[in-house]
């Protein structure tokens, strides 16, 4: 079982537009123990651009930043159909020097790693349980309508 620590999130000014800009930073648990941590990235006055993300996996249970850490870069967005995600190359990411999430993958590699279903798991509980994220889609989906 996963969950989702949701804590305060970090609005900052748009330096182009002087919208609002959220930053999250997210725990995720699995059956109690600490299991990844994702960054998430949205602006409310360009919403043409998808949400970036990133999920880092690999001994988020012990103080020590261990070898196996890495990081999955990706963009999320959301048509009629429901949530989309894909994943992109680490220099497209806006964290791709953050050295805490580990080593940061490229999109093919990413979907050749073993991990990759522990990511879509968690992509999934972000569209579904992270309320920022999907207040975030609703406004989207207001202003499109
Ligand atoms: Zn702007």
Known sequence: MIEIELTEPNRSICGCCGGTNTSLTRF????????????VM???THMDDALAGVISLGGWGS????????????VLWH???GYKISL???????????EIL???????????HPWINDVFHITDHIAENDSEVIDYFKLDSSMIN
């Not at 580990?102 to 050749?112: Q, S």
């Open 79 to 81: 048509d009629e159909n």
């Open 88 to 98: 992109t190359d680490s220099n497209e990411s806006p964290w791709h020097d953050v």
């Open 42 to 44: 949205f602006s409310e």
């Open 63 to 74: 103080e020590d930043l261990p070898e196996n850490r890495v990081a999955f870069p990706f």
């Open 28 to 39: 995720v648990y699995q059956n109690g123990d600490a299991y990844a941590v994702y960054y």
């Open 102 to 112: 580990g080593r940061m993958l490229d999109r093919n590699e990413a979907l050749n």
